[in-house]
């Protein structure tokens, strides 16, 4: 393993310690992250805030042949840290004249208990359209237009939890309209919006603790279930589940090295604080006869094995050279030794082992559960 004091221009690589703890705390049962987007065409109204006209002054502006601006305003939502458990979060509207609904909420509509099971959420958000008279610089009028998204998770929560025990909360809006109004006073216009749910409940446990971080939404949803029974016990565990299980190593590489004339391009960031959730790579290659790009569709597994070489492998697109190859499989290899190397194979696509400055290339062995020496009762 390379002296990690003298590894220069990389390392910043998260390490995780464990240490026992004794603590009461709200144990996480599930906790995703999501993102929508809606788009459609939104009827101009006849009036505005405080009963202002709308779509009249937005049709004289248009015979005049005047320039017209649409600006979206999103209500400002909490961010995604410092965590707290936040249910039905909103924001009131700070108008002037009267508003009779918040800006934005979250709320739990169905309940199906399960590991996993299925929470059917309903998400609202108020976004705010500005028309301005560009040529004339001037606001014709405002209004609001209401958003909702009616989704279904798969996720972790056994019985007899309930909503009582789940926190959603909306961390990000995006709003983007275009700059035209279309035939019949309609504006099209793009929201999407960033989501957070988690499944807790008190517990009171002796650790060995490490910060965890988020899966992503990717169980599938089932066919629906006319009848269910479930048995009257304490909620089972999801360790299937969550949290998902440490990687053995982590690596870091911004390689850039030119080789009989090839030059290779490795940017990658693989299971960052011992976790395999966020990590990333693309790889450039470029010679006399044309470039090519890899980029990973999936992560699917990391495997480290001997003296610190890891293994990673899923699905990746292939880009240029002799032929574009989309969703073949992909083995890339990263070796930290005495001479650091980077070997890559996706679809027919080969890259042999490639000499690596150290500077260059960095694994580090992760401390897992495994590793901490304990007796039990």
Known sequence: MADLNNVNGINDLTPNSLMPECIRVMKVYDWITDINSYENKTSIPAASFCNEPCASRV???LEKHHDLKVECNTPEVPPPFPLKEIKNF???????CEDKFDRFSCE????????????????????????????????????D??????????????????????????????????????????????????KEIQVEAEVKLEVLGKFCQPRPNDIPLPPPI?????????????????????????????????????????????????????STWVYNYTSATGNTTVIPRTIASVECTGDLIMTVKGRADVIGGTGDQLNVPYTLTLTEAAQDTFALTAGTFTVVPVDVPNNQLLVKDCLTFNDIPYTTP
């Open 59 to 61: 049709r004289a502006a």
């Open 90 to 96: 909103s924001n009131k509207c700070p108008k002037k």
């Open 108 to 143: 739990i509509l169905e309940i199906e208990n399960g590991t996993p099971g299925v929470v059917r959420i309903l998400w609202t958000v108020f976004v705010e359209l500005k028309i301005i008279d560009a040529t004339e610089d001037k606001l014709l009028c405002k209004f």
């Open 145 to 194: 237009v209401p958003v909702q998204f009616d989704e279904e998770y798969m996720i972790c929560i056994p019985a007899p939890l309930d909503e009582d025990n789940i926190s959603c909360r909306i961390t990000k809006i995006f709003c983007k309209p275009t700059n035209r109004v279309l035939l019949g006073d309609l504006v099209q216009l793009r929201v999407t919006i960033c």
């Open 226 to 278: 006319t009848e269910v029974c479930p048995d009257f016990e304490f909620p089972p565990q999801c360790p299937d589940i969550f949290p998902r299980t440490n990687c053995d190593c982590q690596a870091e590489a911004d390689i850039d090295v030119t080789d009989s004339g090839t030059r290779h391009q490795l940017e990658a960031l693989i299971c960052d604080n011992c976790t395999l959730s966020q």
